[in-house]
Structure formats: C-alpha cells, structure tokens
Nanobody, 121 residues
Framework: QVQLVESGGGLVQPEGSLRLSCAVS????????MRWYRQAPGKQRELVAV???????NYADSVKGRFTISRDNANNTVYLKMNSLKPEDTAVYSC???????????????WGQGTQVTVSS
C-alpha cells in the first residue's frame, strides 16, 4: 500500500507564506513525477506545479515567481513553498505522484487527501 499525506496548510494573511509537505510512504520502488494541485470552491481542479524525478519543474502562470516546488528523494517527500500569498490562492491543495511499488512495476498515480489553505485578513 502507498500513502500520500499532506501537511502545512492553514490560515495566513495576504502576502504571507506557507510551506506544504507531502510525504509518501509504503512499499515504494521508485517515484517519477510529483505534482501539486488545488481546487477552490466552485472551480475546477488546477495543476499548480510539477517536478520530475530529475528535478525539472513547471508552474501554472498564476503562481510563477511566487511558488516553488521541490523534492527530497531520500525521504520521498515533495514540498510547495508559497510566498506572497493572495486571497485567490485559497483552495484545498493536494499532491499526487507517479509511483512504482515493489509489487507493481507499472507507474500508477496516487493522491493525497488534501490540505486547506486559506488566505485572508
């Protein structure tokens, strides 16, 4: 079994910062791409950032220059550092990862449960 557990969400004032973490655990053989998504009430889920196994990154235009995705391969964790937060960044943030397990060598995509980020004064 594989689990993805996010942490680090909460309430922050505009222009504040937060760092989200997503820890992957279980019978992991390897992890390929890891991603952060967000979904605000009444809106479609949006891909925020992606990082490849080699460290290549890509961002949604709405967060470029403010958010940074990174990963710790030794600890199977992906991070999202969010600076200069705006009220429109308020959403549930979820991570996913493409994973090969010790028993399933095909890449499968696993999701975390999400963490709420609220930007408000």
């Amino acid at each position: 079994q594989v689990q993805l557990v996010e942490s680090g969400g909460g309430l922050v004032q505009p222009e504040g910062s937060l760092r989200l973490s997503c820890a992957v655990s279980g019978s992991i053989f390897s992890i390929a791409a890891m991603r952060w998504y967000r979904q605000a009430p009444g809106k479609q889920r949006e891909l925020v950032a992606v990082i490849t196994s080699g460290g290549g990154t890509n961002y949604a235009d709405s967060v470029k220059g403010r958010f940074t995705i990174s990963r710790d391969n030794a600890n199977n964790t992906v991070y999202l550092k969010m600076n200069s937060l705006k009220p429109e960044d308020t959403a549930v943030y979820s991570c996913n990862a493409d994973i090969r397990t010790t028993t399933q060598r095909s890449l499968l995509r696993y999701w975390g449960q999400g963490t709420q980020v609220t930007v408000s004064s």
